[in-house]
């Protein structure tokens, strides 16, 4: 099993900056990929962000030049800084992982957190 827990969050105005964190924990051997995807009411969950344990990230085109994800590998954590922020910018922001347990297997994983809300105000 491998957990995720968020922070961050929280009602900020148009403009303003907020930072999103996020700490995988458990049965884990390695951690490939983590992410932000988000979700506003009446619409699907979408990608925000990734970043592999390479380093190489990807963004959506909505918020690229305005948030940055960067990921800790030893400490499984990821962060999401977002500035500018916008209204359109508000959603239920999930951390994503994906991996290998440390089980015999080495089974994958993919686990998501259990959202945080991000509301910016016009």
Do not use: H
């Amino acid at each position: 099993q491998v957990q995720l827990v968020e922070s961050g969050g929280g009602l900020v105005q148009a403009g303003g900056s907020l930072r999103l964190s996020c700490e995988a924990s458990g049965s884990i051997f390695r951690v490939n990929t983590m992410g932000w995807y988000r979700q506003a009411p009446g619409n699907e969950r979408e990608l925000v962000a990734i970043v592999t344990s390479g380093g190489s990230t990807i963004y959506a085109d909505s918020v690229k030049g305005r948030f940055t994800i960067s990921r800790d590998n030893a400490k499984n954590t990821v962060s999401l800084q977002m500035n500018s922020l916008k209204p359109e910018d508000t959603a239920v922001y999930y951390c994503n992982a994906a991996g290998y347990t440390d089980d015999y297997i080495r089974a994958p994983f993919i686990s998501w957190g259990q959202g945080t809300q991000v509301t910016v105000s016009s």
